[in-house]
């Protein structure tokens, strides 16, 4: 998932970012990986961190299948340059550990090496469904539990927003296959690399939001401490993709 960025509006009139990656504190990046997932889930998975200069590396292996990463490079836009502000947690079921999961190593792995946006989303799209980088082969679930998320909205430049979510894999479904509306309170499709990682996405209820922003209070105050643009402001808990 590209943190809805498929939804995105160009203006090339506006500042961008200076793409160069820094690598984020391996402690608060694991915390960070790992509140994508209910608590329970957390102890025994995975985690990769990222080192700028090679793309992820595994930070902690873990034995339930799970794992979850924070990503920082939305490869889906190819006419737009990768930018440093982009952050956000998903972890990724066995299934999309195996599939969907790679894209975004393979992603970071060649933007550290020095490609644009342009060739990464080249080199990563042409894989697809191939041998070697199959598409996944059944249903299955990754999770945006997380607090807070920096990505793309309907706007030309990326928002935070507090918007735990689960993604449900559902290659080529569209929304009037399912009744969806987008961004809304009931499952929607999210269309992205055609194919391979349409989603429904279902938002967590308001009630289950604020226990996630009230039991992750330290982990907030970190990010926020870490970066400004990830604080949680009441602007934030309004922001959908949409707005």
């Not at 894209?103 to 469904?129: C, N, P, S």
């Amino acid at each position: 998932m590209s943190c809805f960025s498929q939804t995105k509006n160009s203006d090339t009139s506006l500042p961008v970012s200076s793409g160069k990656l820094e690598k984020m504190p391996e402690a608060l990046e694991n915390r960070f990986a790992l509140s994508a997932i209910p608590s329970h889930l957390r102890e025994t998975a995975t985690t990769y961190v990222l080192d700028p200069a090679k793309g992820y590396v595994l930070s902690h292996k873990g034995t339930n299948g799970i794992s979850c990463i924070v990503v920082r490079s939305d490869w889906q836009w190819s006419d737009d340059s990768f930018r440093d502000d982009i952050f956000w947690a998903v972890c990724y079921d066995e299934e999309g550990s195996k599939t969907l999961l790679q894209d975004y190593i393979y992603a970071a792995e060649l933007r550290a090496r020095g490609m644009d946006a342009k060739q990464v989303h080249d080199e990563v799209t042409k894989k697809f469904g191939t041998p070697t980088y199959p598409n996944p082969s059944r249903a299955g679930v990754s999770y945006m539990l997380a607090p807070v998320m920096r990505g793309y909205t309907h706007g030309p430049t990326p928002a935070t927003m507090n918007m735990p979510h689960y993604m449900f894999y559902a290659p080529n479904v569209k929304n009037k296959d399912i009744g969806g509306n987008s961004f809304g309170p009931y499952p929607f499709i999210l269309s992205m690399s055609p194919g391979r990682d349409d989603y429904i996405i279902l938002l967590v209820g308001e009630t289950e939001k604020e226990k996630i922003l009230v039991e992750s209070k330290e982990l907030l105050a970190d990010l926020c401490s870490y970066r400004g643009y990830l604080c949680t402001t009441d602007e934030t808990r309004k922001h959908t993709p949409v707005d």
